[in-house]
């Protein structure tokens, strides 16, 4: 009697710290709004470097609306509304939110936009732009981490967002011109093939740097005539250099 | 009861080789499993487990001297026990310093691991510690047996290590310990009994003791293989690679330079390709990497069918030297074309140099190859893939540091590629405190008297955002120039692409035609100029634009008259690599750590210079842990009798401790270079220390009955003169030896350190032996400040060094031997 009696109080307890599915909700949201205000107030910090001292409003109103805790494994749930990057398996990381928050504006995504994105990861990238675009193709090459993306974002009903395995290094010609091109997958050097898929006026943008410290974001612009430029967007406040300047 | 003396060395000297042997391989396992420098840290803390034995020697000085036979098999066996055990525990502990910045959880698992790996140091520190407090009147062949242990202990680790992977060695080590016990155990006496061990402990205990060193001994061979295998962090580049379908390992080789994996993907081509061009539009040959412990060492080209030079090497920022000669030869007018260049290749198991100089159609190549498993690998397994390039007549093949063929060789060449600083990759794991000696001031210069009339030395690298890794070698290189007269202003050039820069250093100054080409050919791969003797800011940001052409007006200010302002005022430190400081990596500055670490969730992590904030923390951990270890025997005592004298003691022990490691790390450093193969010259050097040592040790006692009166004093002032004296005997070594064949040099080198190692051998067990006429219960206690202080100089020989050179190192210790001679216990 006693027994059962305390499984029951376990059980109850147990409820009780999870939560009803509003409540919790509602938890995730508010933790989510505190994580927009880090991230406001980091790219306050860098503005000098970024270049400006605000992201669009659409970035953060779609940072705001994806669900990150569905993208983070569950042992790491309790973290997903922190500005860190987190672990997924196989030495792959979801990119802290400050840092997915200047890729996505870098690419100044438009609602008509095509974007490709090389290196799905857990999916929370391309959960952002599918957002902000109309549509975003995305291509991994780990079976086991492009699986469960794929049915990650379908759960949560992305379905602007089409998944692939595979090679990224050839891009998706089938889809091609691509108005921007997001490559989150180490890169050796720039991909021919993804240069040749993007867009005259299109953006590349490629995160240099290690799994949980991105060192600068290089901005590829390819311009009309089809030649291209890169930049370097260093995210961290790190002037003046010399005691001179 | 009565021991056999010999018989007991013996043990303890195996005791100390195996433990000695356990530490060299631990390191080579952490390196595989982690990286580097976590590995330093890891280990360098795990080695407190001799300062600890110290403790409990104290604490139970009289219940273990009581049962000394049966305490000393007891820890002999459990260290062979724990050895293997512990390292596989510690490899459960899902540690990953790549992420100690997010999750403070990180640093409970590095505790854990240090408490694990401390376990075997402290069972084999607490038997050697109760052999020396046990015989402490004859401590000086107690310590000849450990200091000679040792010296075979580094030897046979790194011979086992290029013959097994590391895991067998755990095996051997962990068979040492139980043979080490089973060896203590038998030494009484049996034609000499007297009462004692058997008396304290019963014979139950004793048949337990021997039990478990034979069990010791018996589970070295039958630990599961899979247990001590090393696991490779998830982030290290094999494991993301192995991740991918359809890539296999199809060669491996392990040897004390590091395990090497060939990565073929057949399904999914690797397509490495550093830096290259954004105008390339074609196709990258099939390629497999080599990988040294989980990274990537060489990326090897497939051979076209047609015999045809990959496309894209000519599109990677690495082929300006060779552009830049072949430009200039086409400029000569008519006639038959010019030979193509003589080139050294330095590092030529990485494969680009080597792959750009067939491409280019050198007329000869000297492939500098250090690690002989590497070139093994390119003659075995890769030989047909790769089109068989050491089998081309006008290859060359040296097995030797690349720093030792710059001072060897007496040709010159056209070009002379360095490898790449750095090495190939920098993701933030990059080795800030890993020490190289080619790309000093002093191998730069080397290199520009080894290069043609109109020769070039080129040395690429990866790019850093804000630049540092460009700077430091260009202040090396101005430093090198100026060697020569010459003026760097007009004798060097640079450009980037958006992830490499190359610097090209040339004899003779870069004419308007040299500048032609350069211009050209940056065009044409819509590369960058960083810097060419009269550029304009204008042209430094074409193509990979940053917000400020920071590369460009670097180089300016240093090549320039304010070049020691624009060092010093530099948020990094830029100061010149030199064979002092021979850290190319090392850009820290306490300056700026506050403002990186606020800044460290928007990008500052990756400017923090993890390498070296790992060394601090190594020393500021170790001097906390040393407080207790120290600090918690010496109330113990206190608390039984007053402890006059301790502090003297304390003092002399501890000066000891560190004077003698930074003796011996400074001058290991020394000869390595003068040596030039890396790790049989740090193996003989080492093990030659530490044996003449021994021998010192040894005959410490026969020099107190010579001179009774002041031997400490004495030995102290003659290591003083000695240390001061090769110090200046080495640079001359190097300048007159470095030509000489190997035969010669390492006796040379045995011979430079021979009778500064056997004085440096005396002061511990003549202070012992000091000890333990007036406070014999002071021993053990200070075995354990020795211990400790051994940690801590490891650690501060290389932040002096970073700092201030090896030079001070040698000064420092200097000073320490002349703190110990005037308080000697």
Redesign the interface.
Known sequence: MRCSAAVAGLLLGLGLLSGSGPARAQDWQRQRSRLLEIVRA?VL??QR?L?KDRLADRVFDALGRVPRHEFVPPEYRAYSYQ???L?I???QTIS?P?IVAIMTDLLEPEADDVVLEVGTGSGYQAAVLAELVRTVYTIE???ELGAEARARLERLGYDNVAPRIG?G?YGWPEHAPFDSVIVTA?A?????PL??QLRPGGRMVIP?????????L?V?TKHADG??????V?????VP????R | MRLRPARLSLAVGLLSGAALAYQILLMRLFSIVQWHHFAYMVISLALLGYGASGALLTLFRRQLLDRFRTAFALFAALFGLLGPACFCLAQRMRLNPLEMIWEPRQLGAIGAVYLLLALPFLCAGTAIGLALARFERSAHRIYRADLVGAALGAMGAIGALYLWPPATGLRMVGAAGGLAAILGWTARDRRRPGAGDEAATGPRAGRATAALASGAVLLAVLWPAGWLEPRMSEYKALSKVLAVPGTEVVAERSSPLGALAVVASPRIPFRMAPGLSLAFSGELPEQRLILRDGEVAAVVDGADPGGAPPGYLRYLPAALPFELFERAGSRSGPGPPLPGPRVAVLGAGSGTGLALALAYGAAEIHAVEVDPRLLELWTGELAAFAARPYDDPRLRRHAIDPRGFLGSTRRSFDLILMPPVGGGTATGTADSMGESYVHTVEALALAIGRSSDHGLVAIEGEITAPPRVSLKLVAAAAAALERWDLDPRRHLAAIRSWSRFVVVIKRSAFDPRDVASLRAFCREREFDLAYYPGMAAAEANRFHLLDEPELFRGIAALLGPSRAEFIRGYKFDIRPTTDDRPYPLHFFRWRTLGELVRLRMTGGAALLDWGYLVVVATLLQAALAGLVLILLPLWWLRRRSPAAGAGRAGLYFLCLGLAFLLLEIAFIQRLTLFLAHPLLAAGVVLAGFLLFAGLGSGASRRLEELWPRAPIPSVAAAIVALALAELGLLGWLFERGSAWPLALKLPAALGAIAPLAFLLGMPFPLGLRRLAASRGDLVPWAWGVNGWASVLAAVLATLLAVHFGFTAVVLSACALYLVAAATPP
């Not at chain 1, 240099?208 to 600068?216: I, K, L, T």
């Not at chain 1, 030649?227 to 370097?232: D, I, K, L, M």
């Not at chain 1, 250099?241 to 001179?244: D, K, N, P, V």
Request: glycine content about 12%.
């Open positions: 980091d910090e860098t470097q270049g500005n860190r990057p672990a398996g196989y030495g802290q400050y090459i780990i079976p090679d290094y180490a050796g050097h720039v991909p021919p240069v040749e240099v740097g290690s799994p949980f410290s991105v060192q600068h290089m590829l030649s291209v430029t890169s930049r370097q260093l995210p961290v406040a790190f250099l010399t005691g001179r």
